[in-house]
């Protein structure tokens, strides 16, 4: 069932760290513009909340997860963005529809979508996998990704602009052995931007991807931990495997990822749809 937070408008008496930063920064296309992110509660999408709340973006982030969220509107809020929690499973398709409705209701209008709520996945292969293990995967990866599309498009129709983005993975640019469900799922996606960027271009909405790879924090160390434990091999081993495959020689940051994904909703990305991004630190490079 979904759940909504209070908004609350930041005061003229509190620090207001975003509108100070906006000033004088080149990167202010976000100014009167709305921002639905899924899994913005944490990690990779609350980052990219951030960044667009400092680009002059109204945020709603939507999550299954309460205190996350809580946590990153009070974040919001205290640097002077307007920002609002909802409580939504984007495997369901009533959630989905209730989170855009409920964005446009608070703010009048919605212009960015990020797709970026998704879990991991179990990991192990095929043969020893259950159906539902699979299902959970897509369900929530991919085909939430297809319900929160399909909800928030009519209203940027309506408005003849718009941008979704939808956050892929290194695993939807090559094979990843022992993650057949996520890997799969984020495959789909660039062919789900790839379509919906044909089918909506002519309407003024923009699609595009980005595919994180390795990024440093807590959900690639329990990766890690899982994979060395399928495999037999020791962490450090492991670990060192996904940092040698970078040019860069180590792994992205969220933060990288978050900057990438303020420009592809930006004006300065104004010709660029149907195209997928790799922050990877040179890992794929195609």
Known sequence: MLRLSNLRKATKFGPNRFRDLRKDSPMNELVKKVALITGGGYGIGKKIALRYAEAGAKVAIAARSVEPMRETCAELEKAGAEAIWLQAD???????????????????????????????????????MTLAEWQEVLDIDLTGAWLASRAAIPPMDRQRSGNILMISSGAGRRGYPLRSPYAASKWAMIGLTQTLAGEWGARGIRVNCICPGAIEGDRIERVIRARAESLGQPYEQVKQAFVSQAALGRMATEDEVARVALFLVSQASSGITGQTINVDCGSIMN
Do not use: Y
Request: charged letters at 35%.
């Open 90 to 128: 984007v495997s369901k398709e009533a959630d989905c529809a209730r989170m855009v409705e409920e964005t446009v209701r608070r703010f009048g209008r919605i212009d960015i979508l990020v797709n970026n709520a998704g879990v991991a996945g179990p990991t192990k292969r095929i043969t020893d």
